[in-house]
């Protein structure tokens, strides 16, 4: 069964980091680009990062640059975050395709179900 699934989602204040991750099962995700998005409450999903597939290319919204970080490391992505603010505040899920990425938005073939982060003092 091909699945993704995102973990590592909670709550934080302000300032605080979180480390999510995005694994998957029944494809080899090594192979995809993988990208990371967002959707606060009553927004639009926007995308926040994206990790290329074959030479592990990095792209980042502006509005994470320099506080968030993609990698990956086999049948895993992983987004660092750190700094966290208030807006940072939504479900995060991860989309993988096997596309070659070349933008912070890559939405994918597959979705995971997303995990909550919640940033609030």
């Known amino acids: 069964q091909v699945q993704l699934v995102e973990s590592g989602g909670g709550a934080v204040q302000p300032g605080g980091s979180l480390r999510l991750s995005c694994q998957a099962s029944g494809f080899a995700l090594a192979y995809y680009q993988v990208g990371w998005f967002r959707q606060a409450p009553g927004k639009e999903r926007e995308g926040v990062a994206c990790?290329?597939?074959?030479?592990?290319n990095t792209f980042y919204s502006d509005a994470v640059k320099g506080r968030f970080t993609i990698s990956r490391d086999k049948n895993l992505v992983y987004l660092q975050m750190d700094s966290l603010k208030p807006e940072d505040t939504g479900v995060y899920s991860c989309?993988?395709?096997?596309?070659?990425?070349?933008?912070?938005?890559?939405?994918?073939?597959?979705w995971g179900q997303g995990t909550q982060v919640i940033v609030s003092g």
């Open positions: 989309a993988a395709d096997p596309g070659n990425a070349g933008s912070y938005y890559c939405p994918g073939d597959y």
């Open positions: 990790i290329s597939a074959e030479n592990t």
